[in-house]
């Protein structure tokens, strides 16, 4: 072995090493604690490997996992990586101390342990080995976590001395994080689980209802329990499935805890849930959630579609006419009333794009008015309203945020999350007059999902977003204004009048305050048309949104299927 020494402590440097905390939220950016008391440094005249090393974990624990990949061999990955395992693990603290160097480089540019030219074959080319001039470096690491639970553990890494130009830099890879972290792996700090019941008491599990299977999993382990001692196990995580890796020892913090006779209560309704999961039986690739509009509870999430079993709340599909809903409000905002004036001409043209109705307005039709045009689904009315008012190239994404909570995360009480989106607006502000005039119709780069449609519908039933939550009481980071006074019921009115002189025939008779909005989008152009229906009902204090994949129009297909559910819950 090459010389072993001890790298001194002392006063605060620029490289020196602070107790940080950071938030459970996994904030990439924790702040240093106050009084953070010892710190671990390199010493006077220390060599520049020691630096390197002293000045990574330094960025490593203030949470600037930039600047700690900066300072490794691999900065492009080093940096996103070290950030998405700490998030996972979140812990509320960190301490980092570097240790000892446990090697120094030979004379001969070979350091012990990394290896040597293959017996007899010295005479032929060997590939050098990068880290043959490496100095190592052992560091502990103690996570603290609610409750003053902790975690500690040793881990190590190799420093590449500096060559020409280029400074010392850490040799990163998963196992520097941790020993047994493989790059394939993530680690989570994961609290005793739970049952879950429904609303009622009634408990639920993945296997009766299979749409809900993954969000059961995830709220059995949500938060803690009452009556529990503190407890939580280090786990593996398989980055693909978001599950413990299969043989996997998992670390036990605290004593290890029993649950017995403890269970968590959501806001899903058992009998909702199975109504909701019978009503999609006959639509292939569908998806149903029902929330109640009052509180932003679920009470029901169901999915019928074998390849994605989370398509209720995790597709990205165009909504098509039902964001006309959204569209309304904006117009209503800027001054726009129910009876003024919306031409539905045959087509609209902007730009060089030329927009048409369905097949049943080909033609248009005369006297239509902002009241009628969406009672009829008039795609030119929107198209013709949206820029005959002169509507700002941001205003639906604005409308989407202010009034209806879109367009930022959500957490439901299972982690945030930004739902129905490839990015991180499920409406971005147009750029030009033809991307608006597409959103106006929810077409566009608009994308939804039976969730967020849902939740659009359920604040049109009171005037007021409440972000959608899966656990009573909880409160969610979303926020938005209520309506201004008088739009949440015109949009009322005008979601009435779909159903009894527009085009939600398949929802008459269900309840007499109901109100609906049929949809049908083009995915693109050879696909056949996605069917959509948003439904609310004050008077049941229930909002509903359907969506069958290449289902037809709204009427066809998501709209029996609301119906469906309606009867079978008894909310007819």
């Known amino acids: 072995m090459g010389s072993r020494r001890t790298l001194l402590a002392i006063a605060a440097t620029a490289t020196s090493l602070a107790v940080v905390t950071a938030g459970c ?86 350091a012990s342990g990394s290896g040597s030219a293959t017996p007899g074959a010295a005479s032929s080319p060997t590939t050098p080995n990068p880290l043959s001039n490496a100095v190592h470096y052992d560091f502990s690491v103690t996570d603290t976590f609610a409750d003053g639970l902790t975690w500690s553990y040793n881990s190590t890494m190799a420093v590449l001395p500096p060559t020409g130009n280029n400074p010392a830099l850490v040799h990163f890879v998963s196992a520097v994080i941790n020993p047994q972290l493989s790059g394939a792996s993530n680690l989570k700090a994961v609290p005793p689980a739970v049952p879950v019941a429904d609303r009622n008491g009634v408990p639920l599990s993945g296997k009766d209802h299979p749409s809900i299977a993954s969000l059961l999993t995830k709220l059995s382990v949500s938060k803690p329990q009452s009556g529990t001692q503190a407890s939580l196990q280090i786990q593996f995580i398989d980055n693909n499935t978001g599950l413990q890796i299969p043989g996997s020892n998992s670390i036990q913090l605290g004593a290890p805890n029993t649950t017995s006779g403890l269970q968590l209560g959501s806001t899903f309704d058992s009998k ?3 109504a909701a999961e019978n009503a999609l039986q006959a639509y292939p690739n569908s998806g149903m959630v029902v929330i109640k509009p009052s509180t932003g509870e679920i009470l029901a999430i169901a ?29 209503m905002l800027g001054g726009m009333q129910p009876s003024d004036p919306a031409d539905c001409t045959p087509t609209a043209q902007v730009g060089t794009e030329t927009y048409h109705n369905d097949e049943g307005l080909k033609d248009g039709f005369t006297g239509a008015t902002l009241l009628t045009a969406y009672e009829k689904s008039c795609n030119t009315s929107f198209v013709n309203a949206t820029l005959g008012h002169n509507l700002a190239m941001d205003s639906l994404s604005k409308t989407v945020h202010d009034y209806y909570g879109l367009d930022q995360p959500w957490d439901m009480g299972i982690g945030k999350a930004t739902y129905c989106t490839p990015g991180n607006l499920q409406v971005p502000p147009a750029d030009t007059k033809s991307l608006l005039a597409a959103s106006a119709f929810g077409q566009g780069k608009t994308t939804m999902c039976p969730l967020t449609m849902a939740s659009i519908a359920a604040t049109v039933a009171t005037g007021t977003f409440h972000q959608p939550v899966l656990i009573p009481g909880f409160q969610g980071p979303a926020k938005a204004q209520p309506l201004p006074g008088g739009v949440d019921q015109n949009l009322q009115t005008m979601m009435r009048g779909v159903i009894t002189d527009g085009t939600a025939t398949s929802l008459q008779n269900i309840a007499p305050t109901l109100g609906a909005k049929t949809g049908s989008a083009e995915p693109n152009a050879t696909d056949p048309t996605d069917s959509w229906m948003i439904a609310m009902d004050p008077q049941h204090d229930i909002a509903v949104s359907a969506l069958v994949l290449n289902g037809g129009f709204g009427n066809a297909a998501a709209g029996p299927a609301i119906a469906a559910m309606m009867k079978a819950a008894g909310l007819s």
């Open 25 to 110: 939220s996994g904030s990439s950016k924790p702040k240093p604690a106050a009084n953070s008391g010892s710190q671990t440094a390199t010493s006077a005249g220390a060599s520049p490997t020691d630096t390197a090393a002293a000045a990574f974990l330094a960025a490593w624990q203030s949470g600037d996992y930039t600047k700690a990949g900066a300072l490794t061999d691999v900065p492009d990955k080093a940096g996103p990586r070290l950030k998405a395992v700490m998030e996972s693990l979140a812990p509320k603290t960190i301490v980092l101390k570097l240790g000892s160097q446990m090697n120094a480089p030979s004379s001969s540019g070979s």
């Open 272 to 274: 909702i849930q199975t």
């Open 303 to 331: 999915t019928n579609n074998k390849n994605n079993t989370k398509m209720a709340y995790a597709a990205t599909r165009a909504p098509g006419s039902t964001f006309k809903t959204v569209t309304a409000t904006a117009l």
